[in-house]
């Protein structure tokens, strides 16, 4: 007898010592289970892009709660997080103002929307969920987790689940169900591809492209395969590499000659034999690119008068002052650093790309400073300086262009516009420097920005 209550001594001491590392445990960021009639984690999704849950017309990330018990809970006061490394304390806290809307009652749901704008209400939260993988966790007002997870990589418009609520392992639904049970079944999912890119963008010819795809799926990749053909011939299948760092496919189209049009599409098989395409109409539908020669700078055509008798006049001494009323073209230089146009060629002819060269002489005068204006004047009579263009303008339309050297003897069209006829003393330009929209001027902004008209 004394042997048995022994026994069932040594028995308590080693069921205290468990307890007693199972408390050591509390404090440990990772998920230690719902309790008992506890609230849990039962469905989210991270990458919302055509579930209006919230009824906002938006399509905000969510989150799920389920409350398993008996007895609603009031989940005012609780604290949410994507982060499960930082102290409860920091976390989000739900307010405690709308008992009536932050209820989850027994036995249902609750959801909640993690469009990190929480002024929308009390019950979205200050952050986002991140399609790439990260945490979500719960804890109560006392700042004790109740549950979390930590997700991988998300599929758009698809959410992870618990099915049936509460318990199993959390797994990609078929059917999202925020508020409702999880009584669809999971299943699979076929591959998605995003983000297709090129490298470069803008090849120049005989470039090597690089094609980067962004694929995933809920049970695995088979295979990843490209497609491109040339001028719209036969399409060359290539297998595209996964790179473990990104988890993103990889494959390389050769160079190819000036003005080839490249088609491509990209293929993904999961390892249930699913298939998809992008774009999801292919091989009928396809991305293109053409290799081309190109300049590594921006300048635009910004303004121009080709009907001036008395709004600009150039500089210099004039035997009649009324002569100094030329036509004037206006270059805008978009970007960061000054450009002399010295050496490239102006043209009132877009057929005729070398009609007349600025000269090289006085960079000083030529240059168009880094966010600012240039003026030349088409007169035709270049012996008054170098800003003056060995072109008029015709009032009744036609072109203005500014031509390049590529650097490798390609003469390539730098900005160009063609015109109708014009009023005098009105201008005609960009509705705001290198804008696409043209619109005239009056009075007009020589050297001056467009926006102030």
């Known amino acids: ?47 919302n892009d055509s579930h209006d849950v919230d009824g906002s017309g938006e399509f905000p990330d969510w989150i799920e709660l389920y409350n398993p018990g008996t007895t609603d809970i009031d989940i005012g006061g609780w604290y949410m997080s994507d982060n499960l490394a930082n102290d409860v304390a920091d976390w989000w806290q739900i307010p405690a103002t709308s008992p009536a809307v932050t209820t ?48 991988e990589q998300q599929t758009t418009d698809v959410s992870m689940g618990l099915t049936p609520d509460g318990i199993g392992d959390m797994v990609f639904l078929a059917t999202s169900t925020p508020g409702e049970a999880n009584s669809g079944t999971s299943g699979n999912l076929p591959p998605v591809i995003s983000g297709v890119d090129l490298d470069p963008v803008s ?10 795809a962004e694929v995933f799926d809920d049970n695995g990749i088979a295979a990843v395969a490209l497609f491109y053909n040339i001028d719209g011939g036969a399409w060359t299948e290539m297998a595209m590499t996964a790179v473990k760092v990104t988890g993103n496919y990889t494959a390389v189209i050769p160079g190819q000659v000036v003005d080839t049009v490249v088609g491509y599409y990209v293929q993904a098989t999961d390892t249930d034999e699913e298939t998809v395409f992008e774009p999801e109409g292919a091989p009928t539908e396809f991305e293109t690119y053409t290799p081309v020669f190109q300049l590594t700078f921006t300048l635009y055509v910004n ?12 500089p210099g001494e004039y035997e009649d002052p009324a002569d100094a009323y030329v036509d004037w073209i206006e270059i805008f ?51 008054r300086g170098v800003l003056h263009v060995e072109i008029k303008l015709g009032s009744g339309g036609e072109d203005v262009g500014l031509f390049a050297d590529d650097g490798s003897g390609h003469i390539l069209l730098v900005d160009g516009y063609t015109f109708g006829a014009q009023t005098v003393d009105v201008s005609e330009g960009r509705e705001t420097d290198g804008d696409e929209n043209w619109v005239n001027f009056d009075p007009a902004t020589p050297g001056a920005s467009n926006a102030g008209k």
């Open 303 to 314: 303004e121009f008068m080709a009907d001036n008798s008395m709004t600009l006049a150039a």
């Open 1 to 47: 007898m004394k042997n048995i209550k022994l026994w069932h001594v040594l028995m308590l001491v080693a069921l205290l010592s468990v307890a007693a590392c199972d408390s050591d445990d509390d404090d440990n960021p990772v998920d230690p289970g719902p309790a008992t009639g506890a609230l849990i984690i039962n469905e989210f999704m991270a990458s």
């Open 203 to 212: 090849p120049l010819p005989d470039t090597d492209v690089t094609v980067t």
């Open 104 to 151: 989850v009652p027994a036995g249902g749901w609750l959801v909640l929307y993690a469009n990190g704008n929480p002024d929308d209400g009390v019950l979205y939260l200050d952050f986002k969920l991140s399609s790439g993988g990260e945490d979500i966790g719960l804890a109560d007002a006392d700042e004790k987790i109740v549950h979390s997870l930590t997700y």
């Open 333 to 383: 230089n978009p970007g960061t650093e000054d450009i002399d146009i010295g050496g490239m060629y102006i043209t009132d002819d877009l057929t005729s790309s070398m009609e007349y060269q600025i000269p090289t002489t006085q960079p000083d005068s030529t240059t168009v400073p880094a966010g600012g204006y240039l003026v030349l004047f088409a007169d035709k009579d270049s012996e």
